[in-house]
Every structure is written in structure tokens, then in C-alpha cells.
């Protein structure tokens, strides 16, 4: 059985930030799930890359303290986003403001819609109303 973590699919702050680094993506992989906690070989499936690829940036992760062991588990150590990090937090706000930007463009460009729509509908209501009262 086969363990599937989320979507190898780039996220919105990849897609965004135009920047697809491996680092990145390791990044955005702990943020997006940071409740829990990984060993490598999750972390490289979860972010599309192979191990080799993420040994290549792993040093460079832990120089920057951007990630943190937190248990072993058999012979695995798992890791976690290291939220305490300053690197870490700005890169957590970075991503949470890119989602709410696109939330609320989104939810304007719907609202936008409905209202044409109200628009349209109420069109031939509004010609019968302007007949009877002529």
C-alpha cells in the first residue's frame, strides 16, 4: 500500500511565486501540512521530487534551522516545518496573504457575477413594470 500525502500538483504559492525550487517545495509541503510530521522519503513524495533531489537541499534546510526533527519513528526521524524559524514565519504569512488574495478576488470576481445575473433575470420584470406604469 502505497502512502499518498497530498497532491504532487503545485500549489498556489508555487504557482504564484513562479519559483520552482526544490527547497520551495519542501517549504510550501511542510506549511501546507504543518499539523504533522515526516520522515524523508514522505516528504519527498508528498513534494513530487525524488530523494536524491531532496538530499540535495536537505543540508541547506537544516544550516537554516527551517526544519526540526521532532521524533524517531523505527528507524525514520521525522521532521516538521520549524515555525519558530523568522524565515519560516515570513514565508508562512507570504503564503497565507497570496491565499487570501486570490480568496477574496475570487469571492469579488462571484459576487460580480451574481450580480449580472440578478441583473439579467430581473430584466423583463423591470420592462413589465415600466409598460404598467406608462
Known amino acids: 500500500m502505497k502512502l499518498v500525502i497530498g497532491s504532487m500538483d503545485d500549489s498556489l504559492f508555487i504557482k504564484e511565486l513562479g519559483i520552482k525550487s526544490p527547497m520551495l517545495k519542501v517549504l510550501d509541503f ?3 501540512n504543518e499539523s504533522f510530521d515526516y520522515s524523508k522519503t514522505d516528504i519527498a513524495e508528498g513534494c513530487g521530487l525524488s530523494r536524491t533531489t531532496l538530499f540535495k537541499v536537505w543540508a541547506r534546510l537544516e544550516a537554516l534551522e527551517l526544519i526540526t526533527a521532532t521524533r ?3 528507524q525514520a526521524k521525522m ?3 520549524n515555525k519558530q524559524n523568522p524565515i519560516a514565519k515570513k514565508l508562512m504569512e507570504l503564503d497565507d496573504a497570496i491565499s487570501e488574495y486570490f480568496a477574496q478576488k475570487r469571492c469579488l470576481s462571484a459576487a460580480g457575477s451574481l450580480q449580472e445575473n440578478v441583473l439579467e433575470a430581473a430584466a423583463p ?3 413589465l413594470m415600466k409598460a404598467a406604469v406608462d
Open 125 to 127: 420584470s423591470r420592462e
Open 79 to 81: 521532521y516538521r516545518l
Open 30 to 32: 511542510l506549511m501546507d
Open 72 to 74: 524517531t519513528v523505527g
